[in-house]
C-alpha cells in the first residue's frame, strides 16, 4: 500500500465532512497535461470529489481566463469558488485545506527541502530531459549530459527510501510524477534509453513503484494518444529549428 491504513478514517471523515459543507471543488485541467496530474492524484490520495473541466487549450474557455488571468493556463482548482493556479502552488493549498493523508512532512528543514525537490524537478530535470528529446545526433548527445547529472542527484536523494516522501507517496513524488509515464514515452519515440536500470537502479524502481500504485495507474492519460501528442511536438519543434 502506499497510503497508511491508518489514515482510511480520517479520510472517510474528511469525505462526510466535505458531503456535509457543501465544499465545490473544481478542476479545470487538460487530458494530457502532466501538471494537472499531480492534483488529480493529490485529490484522490486525500479522497476529495471534485468536477473536472477539461480544457481546449488552444480555445481557453471564459472561465478559465477569468480563474487565471494571468497565465490562462491548466492546472486551475476551484474551491468554493475561489481560484487557485499553479501545480505546485495547488498541491500545497490542498495539503493545508485538507489534513487527511499530508503530502509534505511536518519537520520544518524536510518541508523545505521538499520544495527543494519539487522546483528542481520543474527548473531543472523538465528542461534537460526536454531537450535531450528535441534534439538529435550529437546535439542530443551533448543534451544528455546535464540531464543525466540531473536524475544522478534524484537518484542520490532516493537511498534508503522507497519513495521521495519515505514509505509513502509526497508532495515530490507528486511533483517528479511526470516521470514516471513521460520518460517512456519519450524513450520510445526517440529510441533512447535514458533511465537505465543498471545506472539509476533506484531511480528506476521508484519510477515502477511509483506508476503501479492504483491511484496513479488508474489516472494515466491514454498511452497511443501521448505518443502520437509528443510525436508531433517533437516534429514540430525540429522543424521550426531548422528553418
Same mark, same amino acid.
Given at each position: 500500500?502506499?497510503?497508511?491504513?491508518?489514515?482510511?478514517?480520517? +479520510?472517510?471523515? $474528511?469525505?462526510?465532512?466535505?458531503? %456535509?459543507?457543501? !465544499?465545490? =471543488?473544481?478542476?479545470?485541467?487538460?487530458?494530457? /497535461? *502532466?501538471?494537472?496530474?499531480? +492534483?488529480?492524484? $493529490?485529490?484522490?490520495?486525500?479522497? %476529495?470529489?471534485? !468536477?473536472? =473541466?477539461?480544457?481546449?487549450?488552444?480555445?481557453? /474557455? *471564459?472561465?478559465?481566463?477569468?480563474?487565471?488571468?494571468?497565465?490562462?493556463?491548466?492546472?486551475?482548482?476551484?474551491?468554493?469558488?475561489?481560484?487557485?493556479?499553479?501545480?505546485?502552488?495547488?498541491?500545497?493549498?490542498?495539503?493545508?485545506?485538507?489534513?487527511?493523508?499530508?503530502?509534505?512532512?511536518?519537520?520544518?528543514?524536510?518541508?523545505?527541502?521538499?520544495r527543494f525537490w519539487a522546483k528542481f524537478g520543474d527548473d531543472k530535470v523538465l528542461g534537460s530531459i526536454w531537450s535531450v528529446f528535441i534534439k538529435q545526433g550529437?546535439?542530443?548527445?551533448?543534451?544528455?549530459?546535464?540531464?543525466?547529472?540531473?536524475?544522478?542527484?534524484?537518484?542520490?536523494?532516493?537511498?534508503?527510501?522507497?519513495?521521495?516522501?519515505?514509505?509513502?507517496?509526497?508532495?515530490?513524488?507528486?511533483?517528479?510524477?511526470?516521470?514516471?509515464?513521460?520518460?517512456?514515452?519519450?524513450?520510445?519515440?526517440?529510441?533512447?534509453?535514458?533511465?537505465?536500470?543498471?545506472?539509476?537502479?533506484?531511480?528506476?524502481?521508484?519510477?515502477?513503484?511509483?506508476?503501479?500504485?492504483?491511484?496513479?495507474?488508474?489516472?494515466?492519460?491514454?498511452?497511443?494518444?501521448?505518443?502520437?501528442?509528443?510525436?508531433?511536438?517533437?516534429?514540430?519543434?525540429?522543424a521550426a529549428a531548422s528553418k
Open positions: 500500500m502506499c497510503i497508511k491504513k491508518g489514515i482510511s478514517a480520517a +479520510i472517510a471523515l $474528511a469525505r462526510y465532512d466535505q458531503n %456535509i459543507m457543501g !465544499e465545490e =471543488v473544481k478542476l479545470f485541467r487538460t487530458w494530457s /497535461s *502532466p501538471f494537472a496530474l499531480r +492534483i488529480v492524484w $493529490a485529490l484522490g490520495i486525500k479522497a %476529495i470529489e471534485y !468536477e473536472t =473541466v477539461f480544457e481546449d487549450i488552444s480555445n481557453k /474557455s *471564459p472561465s478559465l481566463l477569468q480563474c487565471n488571468p494571468v497565465h490562462g493556463k491548466v492546472p486551475v482548482l476551484l474551491h468554493n469558488g475561489t481560484p487557485i493556479a499553479e501545480s505546485l502552488v495547488i498541491l500545497e493549498y490542498i495539503d493545508e485545506t485538507w489534513k487527511q493523508a499530508p503530502l509534505l512532512p511536518v519537520d520544518p528543514h524536510e518541508r523545505a527541502m521538499a550529437k546535439e542530443q548527445e551533448e543534451a544528455m549530459v546535464p540531464a543525466m547529472e540531473n536524475l544522478k542527484f534524484l537518484e542520490e536523494e532516493l537511498k534508503g527510501k522507497k519513495f521521495f516522501g519515505g514509505e509513502t507517496i509526497g508532495f515530490v513524488d507528486l511533483a517528479l510524477g511526470w516521470l514516471a509515464n513521460l520518460i517512456g514515452l519519450l524513450e520510445e519515440i526517440v529510441g533512447l534509453k535514458v533511465v537505465d536500470g543498471e545506472k539509476l537502479p533506484l531511480l528506476s524502481a521508484w519510477m515502477q513503484e511509483f506508476g503501479d500504485a492504483p491511484i496513479i495507474r488508474d489516472n494515466w492519460p491514454a498511452r497511443d494518444g501521448m505518443i502520437l501528442k509528443f510525436q508531433a511536438l517533437r516534429d514540430a519543434t525540429i
